[in-house]
């Protein structure tokens, strides 16, 4: 299918120099061509991207051992702690280093009660690098695992990647970002989120041609390698991308293991979500325009510069929408036609085109995709790019800001505010549209007075089509981002833990360290707010009873004969405590969901 519809297009984008330039506006017609021409480039590097996906579970190691790196700068407690103790609590764990550029007592106190060693330094120079380097003298481990504050690792994290650096020239093997909190402002269903694409389907597929690299967490990185170097890089804030090619340009190889080994947090709203874009961006669109660039570099395969350029010209999509609904707002105002000729074969043409098109990319997509995301994203991060983009002339280093943890909601206004640029796009097709079909059912009966760029009635609808089909996928992207809500500041993990409430069997039916909602058959004998609870879970194979106490908040009935109970939990002891974390951001977190589907 994508091969046909390659085919398809460039018949259809010759079709389009041949028969209808002529007596179109000049200005219009190279407007729509070098849009839909953009098209065709980037569904053929989409194409190349995902033509085959080099699959590998890694190679299973229990024999292993690595040390385990921890960067943290101002993340809380409730995001830091289960990190730490996660990490701790991996199988072959040497020593895990915390490494906190926020100097804060309560984290060094934290270490020394989970084992981790503390380190910090006087200053934040070259932020995350920087505190990578101040650290990496310390460390002596072969291996070592990279992981951010929020990611909390599998308890198998290192045994399944560190198999395979029996090969002694790979340098780095990184594996996929997962997300527990399904509210996030990235999150499109309960399985997919926006980076599922790139993780499940992109890097795999790049991976078969060494076009994978370290994505800043969740890698693990032989420590010969990054000295090699000279520690991570800190010109650019993509260190992770910047460091990853200059190992390669040493002649060390790079694997992609396409297995969940870590949990982490997405952008929790619409703010954060872009403000990490933006970083990502500017750091890569400065690595890729770099005299180190896989695309205009030197050292390079062309498929390496294939894969690296479709990266690259992904940040031009959003330029790419605007010339489009430029091109509809010409006809819609002004009648001013991106066409000389335009007959129903053509537009036949165009249709089949653009649903094979469509069909395809959902294919290559794996299901990791839906339909219209692609469009959506290109809106919704329109601005971020084009800024980057803007700056790129100025090579002005940006500065490394973290993306924030904390759960929080924003206002429709504050939404509304980041949305401008899709919102103005709505707003502006709308009026187009309306005022054409003014003119073009109810024409002003001035004398003298006509309107420029009379359309026939053919025109008039397949110009209200594609401007419907634009709008449509405008106005799901401000409902999906204007009703977004989060209605707690903890995710709550899915759970089916047997315990007893108040002396009543019960079943846990989600948690978290701070929080819970159980149900029972029966009604607990017991009126007061605050209950008994006895939790019985499994933690590394082991069966275990933990005991805390529940502060009822609500009580409900969803059935007739099933009593619902919720409420904030405290547990009688500090391993009673850390064991439900463990329970919560490792087993729950992890369960079912470790290994990807080896069919995408």
């Known amino acids: 299918m994508a091969l046909l519809t390659l085919a398809l297009t460039t018949a259809y984008l010759s079709v389009r120099l041949m028969f209808t330039l002529e007596g179109a506006n000049p200005f219009a017609f190279w407007l729509l061509f070098s849009a839909e021409l953009f098209t065709l480039i980037t569904f053929a590097l989409y194409t190349f991207d995902t033509w085959r996906l080099e699959i590998s579970g890694g190679i299973e190691d229990p024999s292993a051992c690595a040390d385990i790196v921890i960067a943290t700068y101002n993340e809380p407690i409730e995001v830091l702690e289960p990190t730490v103790l996660g990490a701790t609590r991996v199988q072959g764990v040497g020593t895990v280093w915390v490494l906190d550029d926020g100097r804060r007592d309560w984290v060094e106190e934290l270490c020394t009660r989970l084992g981790a060693r503390y380190v910090t330094r006087p200053d934040n120079r070259h932020a995350k690098a920087g505190n990578i380097n101040h650290a990496l003298p310390l460390m002596t481990a072969n291996l070592l695992l990279f992981l951010d504050a929020d990611h909390v690792p599998q308890r198998n994290a290192i045994s399944a990647m560190s198999g395979l650096f029996s090969d002694p020239r790979l340098a780095i093997v990184q594996s996929p970002h997962e997300f527990r909190n399904r509210d996030s402002a990235q999150q499109r269903s309960v399985d997919t989120h926006e980076q599922s694409l790139f993780f499940e389907v992109l890097l795999p597929g790049r991976a078969r041609n ?24 800190t010109e650019t804030v ?138 959506g994203n290109s809106w919704l991060t329109a601005e971020v790019f084009i800024r980057a983009l803007a700056n790129l002339p100025l090579r002005r280093q940006s500065a490394f800001r973290v993306t924030p943890k904390a759960a929080s909601d924003l206002s ?151 009593w619902e109970y919720a409420g ?18 490792v087993e729950l977190a992890g369960k079912g969901r470790q290994r990807v589907d080896h069919g995408l």
């Open 210 to 233: 060494q076009a994978a690299f370290w994505c800043g967490s969740a890698a693990m990185i032989r420590r010969e390698a990054l000295v090699a170097v000279g520690g991570v890089a």
């Open 412 to 562: 429709i206004g504050h939404r509304l505010n980041l949305l401008r640029v899709p919102v103005a796009a709505t707003a502006v097709l709308l009026i187009g549209w309306g005022f054409r079909t003014y003119l073009q059912f109810a024409p002003p009966s001035w004398p003298q007075w006509t309107w420029p760029g009379e359309l026939n009635i053919t025109l008039y609808w397949i110009i209200s089509a594609f401007t419907a089909l634009e709008v449509s996928t405008l106005i799901y992207l401000l409902w999906r981002e204007g009703s977004r809500h989060q209605a707690r500041a903890g995710w709550r993990f899915d759970a089916h833990a047997p315990g007893m409430l108040a002396g009543t069997p019960a079943v846990v039916v989600d948690l978290h360290e701070q929080g819970l909602r159980c149900r029972t058959a029966a009604p607990i004998p017991s009126d007061d707010e605050v209950v008994p609870l006895t939790l019985t879970v499994e933690i590394a194979g082991v069966t275990r009873d933990v005991h805390g106490v529940v502060t009822v908040r609500r009580m409900s009935r969803p059935t007739h004969d099933t």
């Open 238 to 375: 993509s260190e992770d991308l910047h460091t990853t090619l200059r190992i390669q340009a040493l002649g060390y190889s790079v694997a992609y293991v396409n297995r969940r080994l870590i949990s982490g947090l997405g952008p929790n709203n619409l703010g954060d979500y872009l403000l990490q874009r933006d970083r990502w961006a500017r750091g890569t669109l400065a690595v890729l325009t770099s005299r180190e660039s896989p695309v205009f570099g030197r050292g390079w395969s062309p498929s390496q510069r294939l894969h690296y350029l479709n990266s690259f010209l992904h940040y031009f999509l959003g330029i790419q929408r605007m010339a489009f609904v430029t091109a509809l707002l010409l006809v819609l105002v002004a009648g001013i036609l991106p066409v000389g000729t335009f007959p129903l074969w053509i537009l036949a043409l165009a249709l089949t085109n653009i649903a094979m098109m469509t069909i395809a990319s959902l294919g290559l997509g794996r299901g990791r995709t839906g339909l219209g995301d692609g469009v």
């Open 568 to 585: 904030s939990v405290e547990w009688l002891s500090e391993r009673d405590r850390l064991d439900i974390i463990d329970y919560c951001y």
